[in-house]
């Protein structure tokens, strides 16, 4: 089945620092989305973005689809950042369903 | 936020024991998932569901069943829960293929 492998694993910031979070994938997806999952649990989603690059304040994402990977953007980290991040995948099998694949994620951790 | 409310939220029950988990969406979303979170696997997709009586297999479904009688509820059951079966139950809607994926706020399952 398809890989979705997140990087790093872990992280921890000062808050302000900037930071970029991966995701590769090992097949051809048509659709790819990231969540942060808040210490209480919460998934959020903060892209829906499965090729070009988008940005929402102090996030962005970009999707290179052809060499199959994904970067999420945290720039002037918070303390409010801290979570998980989730990337997630749906395989292109010619016909849409919305069934994503998760990352493992990539544990953030950002210290005042 | 998306209008979706898991219930219960946290829930202790025994091994043997049937267990029924509803998503109620306000939303009138299309499509429905069940997901559930564990440690070092992530979210993995139990069943969805792409309209009322419509149903599909995720890939852990085995002992899980699920209904959709109407749009804005979505039921998962254990039929017999196992130790094996204690996780974080995520239920999720979209509006559409190729869409934003809105999570509840999860359902905590403990068997004993």
């Known amino acids: 089945g398809i890989q979705v492998e997140q990087s790093p694993p872990d992280l921890i910031l000062q808050e302000g620092a900037n930071s970029t979070l991966r995701c590769n994938f090992s097949?051809?997806?048509?659709?790819l989305q990231w969540f942060h999952q808040n210490p209480w649990g919460q998934l959020i989603n903060l892209f829906y973005?499965?090729?070009g690059t988008k940005q929402n304040g102090r996030l962005s994402a970009t999707t290179v689809a052809t060499e199959r990977y994904s970067l999420l953007y945290i720039s002037s980290s918070q303390t409010t950042d801290s979570g998980v991040y989730f990337c997630a995948v749906e395989l292109n099998y010619g016909g849409a369903t919305n069934k994503l694949i998760f990352g493992t994620g990539t544990l953030l951790a950002v210290q005042p | 936020d998306a209008g979706i409310t898991q219930s219960p939220r946290h829930k202790v029950t025994e091994t043997g024991t049937p267990v029924t988990l509803r998503c109620h969406q306000t939303?009138?979303?299309?499509?429905m998932y069940w997901y559930r979170q564990d440690p070092g696997h992530g979210l993995r997709l139990i069943h969805y569901s792409y309209g009322v009586k419509d149903t599909d297999k995720g890939e852990v479904s085995d002992g899980y069943s699920v209904s959709r009688s109407k749009t804005e509820d979505f039921l998962l059951t254990l039929e017999s829960a196992t130790s094996s079966q204690t996780s974080v139950y995520f239920c999720a809607i979209s509006r559409t293929v190729g869409n934003t994926i809105y999570f509840g706020e999860g359902s905590w399952l403990t068997v004993v």
């Open positions: 973005i499965p090729s």
């Open positions: 939303e009138n979303h299309r499509y």
């Open positions: 097949d051809s997806v048509n659709n």
